[in-house]
Nanobody, 122 residues
């Protein structure tokens, strides 16, 4: 049974930091690309950050939405089957539900968590 469980969301003031963690089970974690998406109220879900699988390279490749470049960092712990998103200098526009996802390096994500809510107050 595949499970992706996000944690670490909450309420933070603008300029603050949060770290989201996604614990996975039931997937081939080493062979999975991992990503964080977010969905703000009234908006479509968007990609925040993505990290390649361990099969692609020992130094995983990362991509970020332009809006979070330089502020957010995605990382994976292949020993613990977890992926994290370090979020710094948070802005009110970062508010939304953040979803962890897993899938192939070369196709759409197959598995999703339930999401964790991040609220950034001004």
């Amino acid at each position: 049974q595949v499970q992706l469980v996000e944690s670490g969301g909450g309420l933070v003031q603008a300029g603050g930091s949060l770290t989201l963690t996604c614990a996975t089970s039931g997937i081939n974690f080493l062979g999975s690309a991992m990503a964080w998406y977010r969905q703000a109220p009234g908006k479509e879900r968007e990609l925040v950050a993505r990290i390649s699988s361990a099969y692609i390279s020992s130094n995983p490749m990362t991509t970020y939405a332009d809006s979070v470049k330089g502020r957010f960092t995605i990382s994976r712990d292949n020993a613990k089957d977890t992926v994290s998103l370090q979020m710094n200098s948070l802005k009110p526009e970062d508010t939304g539900t953040y979803y962890c996802s897993a899938g192939s390096d070369f196709s759409a994500m197959n598995y999703w968590g339930e999401g964790t809510l991040v609220t950034v107050s001004s």
